[in-house]
């Protein structure tokens, strides 16, 4: 058994108009294609979320990752 870690984090701010913008890759996007020729035993998800992340500047910041248990070749 062999395992991934993958994290997604969102950087985000509320504009000058007032929308929220965020970055990144999608947490889903970056799983699907590691396991897409893999054997895949389990997925562990976990995240969190920081309002005001940025000293009292008006922000968000979320994170979250997941563990991909899969089979693997011992000689990877």
Request: net charge negative.
């Given at each position: 058994?062999?395992?991934?870690?993958f994290?997604?984090?969102?950087?985000?701010?509320?504009?000058?108009?007032?929308?929220f913008?965020?970055?990144?890759?999608?947490?889903?996007?970056?799983?699907?294609?590691?396991?897409?020729?893999?054997?895949?035993?389990?997925?562990?998800y976990s995240?969190?979320?920081s309002?005001?992340?940025?000293?009292?500047?008006?922000?968000?910041?979320?994170?979250?990752?997941?563990?991909?248990?899969y089979?693997?070749?011992?000689?990877?």
């Open positions: 058994m062999k395992v991934k870690h994290v997604e984090t969102y950087w985000g701010f509320v504009d000058t108009g007032g929308n913008r965020e970055g990144g890759e999608r947490l889903d996007d970056m799983i699907n294609k590691f396991i897409a020729d893999k054997h895949v035993i389990d997925i562990k995240g969190n979320a309002f005001a992340a940025d000293s009292g500047v008006a922000g968000k910041e979320t994170n979250y990752s997941a563990l991909v248990l089979e693997g070749d011992k000689n990877e």
